[in-house]
């Protein structure tokens, strides 16, 4: 996408219990695009940018929703406003074909992994869905 095509974030309400799994996938989406930079050199104006961008509103949402969990207690029905692009969408649903590639039917046939280990994955699928979910609203009643 070139930086004419750049849309602006559309905040998004996120309930709180899902902030672990947006900012988690949001700091892998950071380390899934690191090693561009070990290249960027050769990258032309309009690459930069782009790989730029996918830091920035990465960067933005950490921002929003705070870089490390907040102490227990608090405001857990209120949700927070998220700022989200339609790039770091994309990115994320990257993170959410990834977790779903810890197929259940398959892991305990194939490793030393359980049903059980797979279930702070699942919790981060689902939250990526409902995210997706409230996205798509966001983007309808525009």
């Known amino acids: 996408m070139s930086d004419s095509q750049r849309t602006s974030a559309l905040t998004v309400l996120i309930d709180r219990h899902d902030l672990d799994a947006v900012r988690e996938q949001s700091l892998l989406t950071l380390e899934a695009n690191h090693h561009y930079f070990e290249e960027v050199e050769a990258f032309g104006g309009e690459a930069r940018q782009a790989l730029a961008r996918i830091y920035r509103e990465a960067f933005d949402v950490l921002d929003a929703i705070g870089w490390d969990a907040p102490a227990e207690g608090g405001a857990e029905d209120?949700?927070?406003?998220?700022?989200?692009?339609?790039?770091?969408?994309?990115?994320?649903?990257?993170?959410?074909?990834?977790?779903?590639?810890?197929?259940?039917d398959r892991v305990e046939h194939t490793s030393d992994w359980t049903i059980a280990d797979l279930e702070p994955n699942r919790q981060q699928a689902w939250a990526l869905d409902r995210l997706f979910g409230a996205w798509a609203a966001r983007v309808a009643a525009r």
Request: overall charge neutral.
């Open 78 to 104: 209120e949700p927070v406003p998220v700022p989200l692009t339609p790039g770091h969408v994309e990115q994320l649903r990257a993170r959410r074909f990834e977790l779903g590639h810890a197929n259940i």
